[in-house]
């Protein structure tokens, strides 16, 4: 078991012109917390796993584990163990040797490997499978054993590097919620990279968003969809993604509202938005970007009453998915949103839909900078690690305290050892 630490960790690649593939990456990873790095292709997630994994040399900054500095320490000595999208089991090794195999090199004695080959396969289900060739393994089962690979070694940190993305949607949505036990159960800290936002949201204590080498930000699931700290955080958590409208922000009354559409013919008012006034305010007669997810839009047959939604639009996509229903909807003024229904009401291409919007849920950024107004929340404030406490009512307590403050390889086991 360890915590981790990374410090102003960038790295540039040679011969890349300076291009900083992660820059001044910093986190604390608390001692059995689950961390998810997750971000489009290109951020740096494999680059910032490489470097906590020891593959890849760090150019700036520091990577402890525990209290040990382990920029200069090989990964064989780092006591991690990796999983990786392709998990390349040794193809004439039974399962049992894929799994022995890392002790045996470390000359571990043949009755002790029997005990850690047997009880990891009972943990995960596989013990039936010990004397399978890889071969003969579905897709489901050599994840498994690849992850059993990795397990027998007792390491303190699990790495995991895109494990799923090999495997079918029903598959993968199995395995998910058995690497969330599996973790549970080993009460070690795991570090997981994906490029998949359903994964991140329903793995991690924390996620961990990365663009350009940039962290985002750093928060629990339900912050980050609930306070997204920029557009590219809200685009990038939720699907179908928050609809993005230009607005303007005016003041009438001493009211706030956002002014929508190419000639502003949609006024919502910003009342019930959580938000600093002052902070809205300054806003005022500059550029503005409203956003709102789908699922905080509902259909309506009656006209929005005015403020409080957007009126005259029509159904032109609709994607029935059973449970819910997407659907496109052109508002007059050049807006197109989507908006995410649950109930089965029947939905015809070129239906009149009026949206009406949940006040509290409507985002405000700075158009010029894409920082959220609404909400706002630093990622430097959150790179402290999630507090290990299943106490629901902790959190609950906390957030009421401050609402009434506010006044309202190949697996490779760990690359070393001759692997
Ligand atoms: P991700 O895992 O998020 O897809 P990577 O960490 O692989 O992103 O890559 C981050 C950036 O570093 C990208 O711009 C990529 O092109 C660059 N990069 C990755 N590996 C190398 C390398 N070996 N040499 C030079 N540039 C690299």
Redesign the pocket.
Known sequence: MASITLKDVSKV?P??GG?R??EKFSLEIADREFVVIV??????????FRMIAGLEEISEGSVYIGDTLVNNVPPKDRNIAMVFQSYALYPHMSVYKNMAFAMKMRRVKKQQIDIRVRETAALLGISHLLARKPRALSGGESQRVALGRAMVRNPEVFLLDEPLSNLDAKLRADMRAEIVKLHKKLETTFIY?T?DQTEAMTMGDRIVL?NG?HIMQVDSPKNIYDHPVNTFVAGFIGSPRMNFADCAVEERDGELFARLGENGEHLISLGGVNAERGELRALVGKKATFGIRPEHLSAVSEAAPPGEGFSGGTADIIEALGAETNIYVDLPDGLRFIVREFNDKPVFRGQVINLRVMPDKIHIFDAETGDAITGRRRAAENTEPAAQTDNIEDEIAAGVAEALAAGADDNNDNGGDGL
């Open positions: 690649y011969g890349s291009a593939a992660v971000g489009p292709s290109g951020c740096g997630k494999s680059t910032t990279v490029h990365m080498g």
